[in-house]
């Protein structure tokens, strides 16, 4: 399946990789990862850190699937509200998935600045804004909700919106602890690192088809009938691993998504937020370090590859108009644009880890709008389920 279409800003600016090369024979290796995109790449991280033999396969050319079209706004918070999600799977659980992923933004902090990677990693804080009366109220409990736990952040009324950011809407979530990166840049960043560092092996054009596990090991065949033998596979390419699974655990979506040319300075909002809202279909903005504006939203449920890409010129006009409703004197003008496909489950949060009818396999699947956090702490957790140590399983299992 086409997974995105158009010109994805991260694609043009970066370049396709220089390193590409198929698996043309029989190998063996501790872990087999399959799907080279970021979460793969922060498995592989993570393993080779622990000096863990990897290797990596992807069907197509390396890191060229979602995380093009990602437009990496790294939050805490999940799509779903932290008090709906606390009815949802309960008061612990809900609060601990939230502050794990508080947590995972810091770790990929270290972990580029532990590299020494350059990868347009910036702080920025993050501005949750209430579309109209009733967004209003929903953040009025969120926020009691948020405070509660003690997690970060701060109630802006509606003066306090407009005499900082210039924006006039009822109210708005705002904290200090999130982030924004290049995340096509970070996924090459890193694979590159460890092939470097790690011996790192990572194969394009490498069509997993058949899967075999046997007591103590695990066997993957490609499409060229050429074999990969593991002691344990992680499965960690988007939705596409639902082709291994007998369940439909989530359901896809087509996200919009264009990015403006350069902009002056002036022209941006104060502290250059990244911003949502509580409006659905809703849009999200941030910007780029070469000034220009990014801005995604008003998504579909997915159909098919065809129908998504016809939608967009349409969904360009409406993201343009919505994001003059927030700011009516902005120059905007938009340089390119793409629509992606993406999965999102009934309640917000990832599967992470094992699945009772795929043994020595592990699933790292971080669906919805937070899936660079998620992919984080999948990544940390399969690295601590390989090692034998306890995790927090319990919240992403399958079958919870």
């Known amino acids: 399946m086409d997974l995105k279409s158009g010109l994805p800003f991260w ?11 198929r698996l043309e024979k029989d190998i063996e290796t501790e872990v087999l990862i399959i799907g080279s995109g970021i979460t793969g790449a922060l498995v592989a991280h993570f393993l080779c850190e622990n000096n863990v033999k990897c290797v990596i396969v992807d069907r197509r050319m390396e890191s060229t699937g979602s995380t093009t079209a ?19 799977v309960g008061e612990k659980e809900a609060v601990k998935a939230y502050k794990m992923c508080l947590e995972s ?27 109209d009366a009733k967004g209003k109220k929903d953040l009025e409990l969120e926020f009691e909700t948020r405070k509660k736990h003690g997690l970060p952040v701060e109630y802006l009324s509606e003066k306090e919106l407009v005499s900082k950011y210039d924006i006039k809407r009822k109210a708005a979530l705002y904290n200090n602890e999130s982030a924004q990166v290049d995340t096509y840049k970070l996924c090459q960043a890193i694979l590159d690192y460890h092939r470097e560092h790690s011996g790192l092996d990572v194969y394009s054009h490498t069509d997993i088809k058949k899967i075999k596990s046997t007591k103590d090991s695990i066997t993957a065949t490609t499409d060229k009938k050429i074999s990969i033998k593991a002691k344990k596979i992680v499965a960690a390419p988007g939705f596409e691993s639902e082709t291994l699974l007998d369940e439909k655990v989530m359901q896809l979506h087509s996200t919009y998504v264009l990015v403006s040319q350069p902009m002056h300075p002036d022209d941006l909002w104060n502290e250059k937020c990244l911003i949502w809202e509580t409006a659905r279909p809703y849009i999200y903005i941030r910007t780029t370090v070469d000034n220009r504006i990014m801005v995604g939203g008003f998504d579909e449920p997915f159909q098919n590859p065809k129908k998504r890409d016809a939608l967009m010129d349409k969904k360009n006009e409406d993201i343009l108009k919505r994001f003059k409703e927030f700011f009516p004197k902005s120059k905007i003008e938009m340089d390119f644009y793409w629509c992606g496909t993406f999965g999102e489950t009934k309640d917000g949060l990832p599967f992470i880890g094992e699945h009772k ?16 956090t998620f992919s984080v702490i999948a990544a940390e957790m399969i690295k601590d389920m390989y090692l034998g140590k306890n995790t927090d399983e319990n919240i992403f299992r399958f079958d919870r």
């Open 70 to 88: 990602s437009t990496a706004q790294l939050q805490y918070e999940i799509d779903i509200f932290l008090y709906d999600l606390i009815e949802k």
């Open 105 to 131: 933004i810091s770790t990929l902090e270290k972990i580029i600045k532990k590299l020494k990677i350059k990868v347009d990693f910036q702080r920025v804080p993050s501005l949750y804004i209430a579309s």
């Open 11 to 21: 694609l043009i600016k970066n370049g396709l990789s220089e390193n590409y090369k």
């Open 357 to 372: 009818k795929h043994p020595n396999m592990y699933f790292a699947l971080g669906y919805g709008g937070n899936g660079i």
